[in-house]
């Protein structure tokens, strides 16, 4: 038997999507001042509510943060993040989208930037994100 203690720690699920524009650019958002981690840019996405996927999730958040409209058969998982933080277990499936309607409009606050994934890197990421970047590099 493994005596491992739980940590104690909430675990929080929060879907993130990887929008790819025909260029090959990446969207990202920084995070507003007042929110945590202000400042820093993000994946666009957002907590999974009771009863919905992740799928579902951002379908909604990308409609609600950014004006986008997509569909399921559109968002295909790429990896995830499991990271740690002071308070909570941030548990991040990564979808990537080629495929959605609309002019991303920053409904929330946020500031939009298309990224190449070689230059992600020069954007300040939270820690559960960045790791994230070299899936893109090698994808795209």
């Excluded at 992600?120 to 790791?131: Q, V």
């Amino acid at each position: 038997m493994n005596d491992v203690k739980p940590a104690g720690k909430r675990l929080l699920l929060v879907a993130a999507c990887a929008l790819v524009d025909t260029d090959g650019r990446v969207l990202l958002a920084q995070r507003p001042v007042g929110k945590q981690l202000a400042g820093l840019w993000e994946f666009p996405g957002g907590k999974v509510e009771p009863g919905e996927t992740p799928e579902e999730c951002l379908i909604r958040e990308l409609h609600e943060e950014i004006g986008i409209e997509t569909e399921i058969p559109c968002l295909a998982p790429l990896t995830f993040a499991s990271h740690s933080y002071d308070d909570f277990h941030l548990l991040m499936p990564l979808f990537i989208c080629r495929r959605f309607r609309g002019i991303a409009q920053p409904k929330e606050g946020q500031t939009l930037k298309w990224v190449r994934p070689r230059q992600m890197r020069d954007y300040p990421m939270p820690p559960a994100d960045a790791p994230l970047i070299q899936f893109l590099i090698d994808l795209l």
